[in-house]
């Protein structure tokens, strides 16, 4: 590839750094390639990854308290992805980018206990904290999208949906959590390398 447009003074010498990507200048590309190919200089890696931005968030429960072992129990629950995707509602989705959603809480227990909230199959990791109200951990699930979730039958209705649902595991101590909430996010299809220029 050829080298991007660079300036000569009058006594032909070559002006360094390149005018249009000076010390500092961030390039974003996805490609892997070092800019350095393009336009001269030292570059360094800043990021890989896709990009996300959050569109906005949703508390679906305010939260419950209880004591003892809990198995897998629904607490809400809407058919096919209604539950989560009205976070969407009037946002277009650009081209090249696609939905994703990250369910999170707040939890505490008095002992050993752990909590786990689930969307289907989709769980968050299980947390415990062996204190009081005052005193919590934050669980969080992966991002995920709708793809990713396996319907099921949704609150003992007869069509497939999401439901929301806690699973307490440990000894009998209580336990409460608190604010589940699911957040969405555009993200892209592809890894975006981000670069920024040193020398």
Not at 66 to 83: E, R
């Amino acid at each position: 590839m050829s080298k991007g447009i660079r300036f000569k003074n009058k006594n032909n010498e070559h002006i360094y750094p390149c005018a249009y990507m000076p010390v500092g200048a961030i390039y974003k590309s996805t490609s892997n390639t070092n800019p350095s190919t393009i336009f001269d200089g030292t570059w360094a890696l800043v990021h890989s990854g896709y990009e996300r931005q959050q569109i906005g968030s949703q508390v679906l429960h305010p939260g419950l308290s209880g004591t003892g072992n809990v198995g897998k129990t629904n607490i809400l629950g809407a058919y096919d992805y209604s539950l989560i995707s009205g976070l969407f509602s009037n946002i277009a989705v650009p081209s090249g980018c696609h939905k994703e959603y990250k369910l999170t809480f707040q939890g505490r227990t008095g002992g050993d206990n752990k909590i786990t909230m689930y969307i289907n199959n989709i769980a968050t990791n299980s947390i415990g904290t062996w204190s009081s109200e005052t005193f919590r951990y934050i669980g969080s699930s992966k991002f995920f999208k709708e793809s990713e979730i396996t319907l099921e039958t949704t609150m003992g209705y007869s069509s497939p949906g999401c439901n929301l649902k806690y699973q307490v595991t440990g000894s009998s101590n209580n336990w409460s959590f608190y604010n589940v909430t699911i957040s969405g996010f555009i993200v892209t299809d592809v890894q975006i390398y981000t670069w920024r220029r040193t020398a």
